[in-house]
C-alpha cells in the first residue's frame, strides 16, 4: 500500500490551473494524458521553471509528477504547475517548507490581466483627447 502513495495540490496563475499529484519514483513528468515535460512545454525557460521546486528542495529525480494542466497560456500554465509541484512537495514534507518559501515558490502570484473599462479602449489607455 505505502508505492500508492500520492500528493495532491492545486497550483494558479494568471487564469491557469494546475491539478498536481506527486508520488515517489524516478523523476518522471505526465502532463495532460501522458505527454512529457519537454513535449508539452516547447521552451526550455518555461521546463526549468517548472522544475524549480524539485531543484531547490534537491529532489530531482524522486518524485513522478502527474499534471492536469487548463486555462490560460503556456507560460501561465507553467508557473502554475511549478506553483502545484512546490505545494505538493509541502503535503510530501513539511520540511521543505522553509526552502520553497525563501525561493517565493510558495507564493500565489496575483497579476492578472486588468479588465476594460467603459468610454476607453483598454484598461488604461484613453481615447484620443482633441482640444479643438
Known amino acids: 500500500m505505502s508505492d500508492m502513495v500520492r500528493y495532491y495540490a492545486t497550483g494558479r496563475r494568471k ?3 494546475a491539478k498536481v499529484w506527486i508520488r ?3 523523476g518522471k513528468f ?20 517548472v522544475k524549480s521546486p524539485l531543484q531547490v528542495t534537491d529532489n530531482m529525480g524522486q ?3 502527474i499534471a492536469q ?8 500554465q507553467a ?3 511549478s506553483h502545484g509541484i512546490a505545494r505538493a512537495l509541502v503535503e510530501a514534507n ?8 525563501a525561493a517565493g515558490l510558495l507564493t500565489r ?9 467603459y468610454g476607453q479602449p483598454g484598461a488604461r489607455k484613453k481615447f484620443q483627447f482633441s482640444k479643438r
Open 15 to 17: 487564469t491557469a490551473v
Open 24 to 26: 515517489p519514483g524516478v
Open 30 to 49: 505526465s502532463v495532460n494524458s501522458n505527454q512529457g515535460l519537454e513535449e508539452y512545454f516547447h521552451r526550455d525557460t518555461l521546463v526549468k521553471k
Open 63 to 65: 518524485y513522478d509528477v
Open 69 to 76: 494542466v487548463s486555462g490560460g497560456g503556456k507560460c501561465g
Open 79 to 81: 508557473g502554475a504547475l
Open 94 to 101: 513539511a520540511s521543505l517548507r522553509s526552502p520553497l518559501k
Open 109 to 117: 502570484d496575483p497579476r492578472k490581466k486588468e479588465r476594460k473599462k
